[in-house]
């Protein structure tokens, strides 16, 4: 019964520990700076990386590092190309992009266009 109650109380210490962040309003004001003009917010939840991030993404992130994840949908600007005949090569144009902050921070992690 003993162990019991204190496996619970150290479980709710470390929900709690995690629960210490930046909220979401700020999360999605941050993330902002990572998105271009016309682009909306769809959703920003936070979680572990693992639910937003494959492993190969980021391979050295722990896969239960707590993020924001703000996703955005419009016009995404991509980045263009020259080609080996020095044509511009554009790929397919995005309409979506995921911005994943570090929750208790802030701080930029990474960003996809897809």
């Known amino acids: ?6 496996a619970l109380f ?3 210490g470390v929900v709690s520990a995690c629960a210490v962040g930046i909220s979401r309003e700020r999360a999605i004001e941050l993330a902002t700076t990572n998105a271009g003009a016309g682009e ?14 494959d492993p ?5 992130e722990p896969r239960d590092r707590f ?3 703000v996703l955005y949908e419009g016009q995404v600007a991509v980045s263009c190309v020259l080609d080996a005949r020095g044509r ?7 309409t979506r992009r995921l911005v994943v902050l570090d929750f208790r921070t802030g701080a930029f992690i990474y ?4």
């Open 67 to 69: 993020v924001w994840a």
């Open 10 to 12: 150290l479980a709710g």
């Open 40 to 53: 909306t917010v769809l959703w920003a939840e936070s979680g572990p990386i693992g639910r937003f991030a």
């Open 88 to 94: 511009s090569v554009c790929p397919p144009q995005a």
């Open 111 to 114: 960003a996809e266009t897809t």
């Open 56 to 60: 190969w993404t980021l391979p050295e």
């Open 1 to 6: 019964m003993v162990r019991a109650v204190v």
